[in-house]
């Protein structure tokens, strides 16, 4: 371990144990992503395209009717 002071900086630790550990980090970010995902999807649901595209209408005309913050 490398240190500053007392406080730990970094690692070493074979590259074989640095891919495995890149690895297992993206699973558990791509396992997060379809969780994420699901949820949305399932909170969705109730709303078809069509309404989704007229609220998203709807708010870029709003916005672009409201006066310039600055």
């Known amino acids: 371990m490398l240190t500053r002071g007392s406080r730990p900086e970094a690692a070493i630790i074979p590259y ?11 699973q558990d970010v791509l396992t997060e992503f379809d969780r ?18 007229a609220d998203v209408e709807a708010a870029i005309t709003e916005v672009r009717a409201a006066p310039a913050k600055r």
């Open 16 to 26: 074989e144990e640095f891919t495995q550990f890149l690895a297992w980090k993206e």
């Open 36 to 53: 994420v995902m699901t949820r949305l999807a399932e909170q969705n649901a109730p709303y078809s395209d069509d309404e989704v595209a």
